[in-house]
């Protein structure tokens, strides 16, 4: 019989059942598309395209999209309550957050 991660994982420790579940979180929060996000911060598609001031299949086709414009991008993360930044990262220096692109549209 098969035995599941999380059988596993309650018979360890809680010290270590903790430090898997930060980790756990930690890795969730570096990946996520805008549907997760929008679940994360506990939003539905209507709330947010009542926020957006647009309707909740534009919403829909919004989250499957993978080439979205800046200030789109800007605009969404903002109806959830956040602030987007665009950094550049190379293998040979620390990574640099850019500016300037932020006021496009402004």
Excluded: C, N, W
Aim: no cysteine; hydrophobic share 40%.
């Amino acid at each position: 019989m098969a035995v599941t991660f999380e059988e596993v994982v309650a018979k360890l420790p809680i010290e270590e059942q903790e430090a898997i579940e930060q980790l756990t979180q930690e890795l969730m929060a570096e990946y996520m598309t805008l549907q997760d996000l929008r679940k994360a911060r506990q939003l539905t598609q209507e709330q947010m395209a009542k926020s957006l001031g647009i309707r909740q299949d534009s919403i829909s086709k919004l989250e499957k999209r993978t080439d979205l414009l800046l200030s789109t991008l800007r605009g969404y993360v903002e109806a959830m309550g956040g602030k987007l930044e665009l950094r550049a990262e190379f293998p040979d220096r620390p990574a640099v957050i850019l500016t300037g692109l932020a006021d496009l549209d402004e």
